[in-house]
């Protein structure tokens, strides 16, 4: 009888085994989670850690073996991660039954006193899932540093607006700032001293009518001000609130700096500004200032004039995925000893247009009044043609003046497109591709070679001695651009 129970408990037990097997989903598994991403929302003003947790759900009818679960830096995370109670960086084989979850704790320690080259002010890390072939993924956020976080650290993707009614709010806590989602100055003048640092944290975010954006943007509003005061010791910059040294030369971190067409006056002096989409936009009628300023390492253009009024002397534009300058739909600019560096892209230098297409074939547009005059510049690049000139009619005036300047140009000046050209720019240098005029453009060092064509050429300007390094220009020859050769 005995040999009859041990045999059906055979049978029994195999069965069991069997379906227990078969209760597990095989191929792709697409698992759901509480959150897409975990926030650590503490601002660490010293060193300490956080826990935070998260969901994994399992929504089908079998149970599911997960493969693995991991950190995707490693042993270079700052996140431990717990995973149903088992510890480690890698967490193999999780099982998770039909219609259940698990939990998932996630730990992070900061040294806020560490640098944030080593410690960013945000420190993101993708927590890898992977189940039956598919890989899924939860972010990870925590804020590493002690900062003036504005509006706040959880405003990605936000829109935040400062007022003063019409006074002023200087920035001038030794605290770097970073800024999250947009921020528009309104009502407003923002005052930034000599050294204060501006980080923004872009992304893409998602508008209520559903449009796609790269936030992380200053705007100037409506009668707002941004004066930016920095000095040659101690410029203003404003860069992507990522330090680590595989950014540094990473454009399009952040959307960039905006000045609507309400605000009051705005003005650079002695900043930096590099790695975003676009450096600065000017909109219709406002006014722009610009002096010893650098728009560097951009994924669009660097400086954009629609219609707007902006004057810039010993400016450098290098660098830039777009054109260096770019004035569009008329407007009023004066520019002097600037320098643009347009190399390794297929746009212009410099782009010139009185009016605004509206459809792809520009048969309907709008136009207005430009007028652009520059003095001691270098437009200067890879391509044959480093300046672009656009108008559809001459019903408004299409005005450019260029003195002692070095340009490059081939095709523009061909008979059915502007052959009059250098009636313009006038006296100009159009340079080749064999002359000498940088120290070292793959190293993107923009003073004159010994042997620079810029040495000498320029026309006294009495109200500007210096460049933008401060150094003093020679009274009666000095170079032509940003630099002056010492």
């Given at each position: 009888m005995w040999?009859?129970?041990g045999f059906f408990l055979g049978i029994g037990l195999l069965a069991f085994f069997s379906c227990s097997k078969e209760q597990f989903a095989t191929g792709p598994v697409t698992l759901r989670f509480s959150t897409d991403t975990l926030t650590f929302d503490t601002v660490f003003t010293q060193v300490g850690s956080a826990t935070r947790y998260f969901k994994i759900y399992n929504d089908l009818d079998k149970s599911?073996?997960?493969?693995?679960?991991?950190?995707?830096?490693?042993t270079a995370s700052k996140f431990n991660i717990n995973v149903d109670g088992t510890p480690g960086g890698v967490v193999e084989q999780?099982?998770?039954?039909?219609?259940?979850?698990?939990?998932?704790?996630?730990e992070v320690t900061i040294d806020p006193d560490q640098p944030p080259s080593v410690s960013p002010f945000?420190?993101?890390?993708?927590?890898?899932?992977?189940?039956?072939?598919?890989?899924?993924?939860?972010?990870?956020?925590?804020?590493?540093?002690?900062?003036?976080?504005i509006p706040s650290h959880t405003a990605a993707g936000g829109v935040a607006v400062l007022s003063c009614n019409l006074g002023t709010e200087t920035w001038d806590d030794p605290k770097p700032y970073v800024i999250y989602g947009v921020l528009v100055i309104q009502d407003c003048t923002l005052q930034l001293p000599p050294g204060t640092r501006i980080y923004v944290h872009g992304g893409v975010a998602l508008s209520p009518d559903?449009?796609?954006?790269?936030?992380?943007?200053?705007?100037?509003?409506?009668?707002?001000?941004?004066?930016v005061e920095g000095t040659l010791d101690n410029p203003v910059v404003f860069q992507g609130d990522r330090l680590e040294s595989e950014f540094d030369d990473v454009p399009g971190q952040w959307a960039g700096i905006r000045v609507g067409e309400k605000s009051r006056p705005v003005s650079f002096q002695h900043a930096q500004i590099v790695n975003s989409i676009v450096g600065i936009r000017a909109d219709s009628a406002t006014s722009l200032s610009l002096d010893k300023v650098q728009i560097r390492n951009t994924t669009s253009s660097a400086l954009i004039g629609v219609h707007a009024n902006i004057q810039a002397q010993n400016c450098l534009f290098a660098d830039n995925g777009g054109y260096g300058i770019q004035l569009e739909y008329g407007g009023n600019y004066d520019f002097t000893y600037c320098t643009v560096a347009n190399y390794g892209n297929e746009a212009s230098a410099l782009k010139i247009a009185n009016a605004l297409c509206l459809n792809a074939n520009c048969d309907q547009f709008i136009q207005a009044p430009i007028h652009v005059q520059m003095k001691n510049c270098i437009l200067a690049g890879s391509q044959k043609d480093e300046i672009e000139l656009f108008y559809r009619t001459d019903q408004v005036p299409f005005d450019y003046q260029m003195r002692h300047c070095i340009v490059r140009v081939a095709d523009l000046t061909k008979p059915n497109f502007f052959p009059d050209f250098f009636d313009h720019c006038n006296p100009c240098t159009n340079m080749t591709g064999t002359d000498k005029l940088f120290a070292n453009?793959?190293?993107?060092?923009?003073?004159?070679?010994?042997?620079?064509?810029?040495?000498g050429r320029a026309m006294p300007v009495p109200a500007i001695p210096d460049d933008i390094e401060e150094q003093l220009r020679d009274p009666n020859a000095p170079d032509i651009g940003c630099y002056e050769r010492q």
């Open positions: 040999r009859f129970v599911v073996r997960i493969d693995k679960i991991y950190m995707q830096k490693g999780v099982e998770i039954g039909p219609h259940d979850s698990i939990y998932v704790f996630a945000v420190i993101s890390e993708p927590l890898i899932i992977e189940t039956g072939g598919t890989s899924q993924q939860v972010i990870l956020e925590a804020w590493g540093q002690n900062a003036n976080y559903t449009v796609v954006y790269s936030d992380g943007l200053l705007y100037v509003g409506e009668n707002g001000s941004l004066q453009v793959d190293e993107q060092d923009y003073h004159p070679d010994t042997l620079s064509i810029a040495e």
